[in-house]
């Protein structure tokens, strides 16, 4: 059996630039930067986020909770629990592994050992696209191709004032809150669909927990008794 498209993280697909709205005094790409330049420069944090995808078409809203727990420059570890998914990602000093906890899967493969290296090569080599890799790679600064976008000012988040920010391109748009002050933390992003009848929308909310409780034991992969180890193999 052949494990495709089952990988967890979900693009580092934030979204490309240009608006035509009306930008307020603020740079929104000023204010991007700075958030991803200061979530790089952490070592060791873990973060809660909860995912809905909002399909008009069916009807439906998936719901999943992902807890993500990252030790650069090579551990990385992210549990999926919802709707559709059960599975865990371990990214372990050049070891990747993913189990589906529902049907007792895993598969492993030796992939780069840094966190930015492994996530590049299993995009490049799965086709995936992970948003919430955006909230992950010590990079993202340098990744982002932003050239115009829109300040709409500040908006409370779960009680947290945030800098509102949007950008858009041929494909969509994206909308991002990101805490105000000294500790620029993205509190929550809707990624907008434009392309597709009903425009379906991913919005996705974080906790972040900066000095976490985090062990070496978080990132070691142990097979669950019963599990069948299976194949990984590029997305054709």
């Not at 993280?9 to 934030?14: K, M």
């Not at 069916?58 to 727990?69: A, L, P, R």
């Not at 371990?90 to 993913?98: A, E, R």
């Not at 290296?117 to 340098?142: E, N, T, V």
Request: some cysteine; hydrophobic content about 35%; proline content about 4%.
């Amino acid at each position: 059996m052949k494990l495709y498209k089952q990988l967890l993280l979900a693009g580092a697909g934030v979204l490309l630039s240009c608006t035509s709205l009306v930008s307020a005094e603020k740079s929104a790409k000023s204010v991007i930067d700075n958030a991803y330049r200061y979530m790089g420069g952490i070592d060791r944090y873990a973060f809660d986020a909860t995912v809905s995808d909002t399909d008009p078409q069916e009807g439906k809203t998936y719901t999943h909770h992902v807890s993500v727990k990252v030790d650069r420059p090579d551990k990385l570890r992210v549990d999926t629990v919802g709707d559709i998914k059960n599975r865990s990602v371990y990214i372990n000093n050049g070891l990747f592994t993913l189990i589906d906890h529902k049907y007792k899967y895993y598969g492993q493969m030796k992939v780069p050992k840094t966190i930015d290296g492994a996530l590049d090569f299993i995009f490049r080599q799965y086709g995936i696209a992970a948003p919430l890799a955006s909230l992950i790679y010590s990079d993202m600064d340098k990744r982002t191709k932003f050239s115009k976008g829109t300040y709409f000012g500040t908006a409370k988040v779960g009680g947290v004032a945030c800098d509102y920010v949007a950008f858009r391109n041929k494909d969509g748009e994206v909308h991002i809150w990101i805490a105000t002050g000294d500790k620029p933390l993205v509190k929550a992003y809707t990624i907008i669909d434009t392309h597709i009848e009903g425009k379906p929308r991913k919005n996705t909310s974080v906790q972040w927990h900066i000095n976490p409780k985090i062990s070496g034991k978080d990132f070691i992969f142990s097979a669950p008794k019963g599990a069948s180890k299976i194949s990984i193999e590029p997305a054709s």
